[in-house]
């Protein structure tokens, strides 16, 4: 591992101080992904910024929004009586989405952020634009079962690794983000940015800015929602496909719907073609179906990773079809 200098922020705007100045330094939370890059040399930050005793913690309800600090643990949130009650979908990703010590240490703006398992990103002897811009893609012509289909090209094919940012797309979730000019908000469908000719540029972040908060609508009362991860075990893995929905069915019509997939993309892939769809159909197996194709239409097998498309396609239907039997049988949720 590279030496590194090390700071303590004693406020927000201490922090984006220190990193703005610096363009060799960046910040730390939790580190569950991060301290690893950085012992395979695969990140090598030369100044780490300490976040971790920012008042960052909080989760607090307003106007129909759930506001949760960015340095809130995965478990945190989980356990959370309003997650459990009006967001089932990022309650049950944020449980799948890492092992329980995981989940005590990682922090939701720590995952929104985590790189890539691509093997060839996380192995500096071999050829990676996300690492090395310019050096290519070894994953194009190399092994890449678990490469995405979605959102691909020559430059990169990697997988975006969070379950819970997968769900939290489908719920139209914002970021509020400070940085030495002030705060600014954006929607995490706006967040993210596909590969395209630069896949070493994830998000939207210019260097110094820091993710603060979150903001998570709550779904409305009636609505039915879920995370389903396919994965080859089941116990911390990755998905080779997920799905967020949520459903609200009412007198035999689905009135509103979100959708948003996983383990398929380079990014958390919303599909508003799917939604649209859905919106006012009757919830049949014919519906879901259509839908399905949609939301894996323009999907690039490459060489061993085209079963994921089919199990894209059946993920989608399983998700939707538990979502309606589950209204059809115990009715609109009560929700706390």
Excluded at 33 to 57: A, N, S, W, Y
Excluded at 142 to 152: F, K, Q, S
Excluded at 210 to 219: A, Q, R, S, V
Excluded at 289 to 297: C, F, I, M, T
Aim: proline share 6%; aromatic share 4%.
């Amino acid at each position: 591992m590279r030496s590194f200098a090390y700071v303590r922020a004693t406020t927000v705007e201490h922090a984006v101080a220190e990193v703005t100045a610096d363009p060799d330094a960046t910040y730390l939370a939790g580190g569950t992904t991060q301290v690893d890059l950085m012992k395979d040399e695969v990140f090598r930050p030369g100044r780490l910024v300490d976040i971790t005793r920012l008042p960052l913690r909080d989760v607090v309800s307003e106007d129909g929004t759930l506001v949760v600090g960015a340095l809130t643990t995965m478990e945190e949130l989980a356990a959370h009586e309003v997650v459990a009650g009006r967001l089932p979908l990022v309650r049950q990703a944020l449980l799948l989405g890492a092992s329980p010590q995981l989940r005590h240490m990682a922090t939701l703006g720590g995952n929104l952020l985590q790189r890539t398992r691509c093997r060839y990103f996380r192995d500096p002897g071999v050829a990676c634009n996300k690492r090395e811009p310019g050096a290519g893609c070894s994953a194009v012509d190399g092994y890449n079962r678990m490469h995405a289909v979605l959102g691909t090209g020559p430059a990169c094919i990697a997988t975006h690794a969070s379950d819970v940012a997968v769900a939290l797309v489908a719920v139209d979730a914002s970021v509020r983000i400070r940085g030495r000019g002030g705060e600014r908000v954006v929607p995490l469908t706006e967040f993210y940015r596909v590969p395209g000719s630069t896949p070493h540029v994830e998000n939207v972040l210019a260097h110094g800015e820091l993710i603060t908060h979150l903001e998570i609508p709550l779904l409305p009362p009636g609505a039915r929602s879920g995370y389903l991860k396919v994965r080859d075990r089941a116990s911390y893995e990755f998905a080779l496909a997920s799905v967020a929905a949520a459903l609200v069915i009412d007198d035999g019509r689905i009135r509103a719907a979100r959708l948003a997939l996983g383990g398929v993309g380079t990014v958390p892939w919303r599909v508003p073609r799917a939604e649209e769809l859905l919106r006012d159909a009757a919830p049949d197996a014919e519906v879901f179906s259509a839908a399905a194709e949609a939301a894996l239409s323009g999907a690039v097998a490459q060489s061993g990773n085209g079963f994921k498309i089919e199990l894209g396609r059946r993920a989608v239907v399983r998700m939707l079809s538990t979502l309606a039997e589950e209204s059809e049988n115990h009715g609109p949720p009560r929700h706390r």
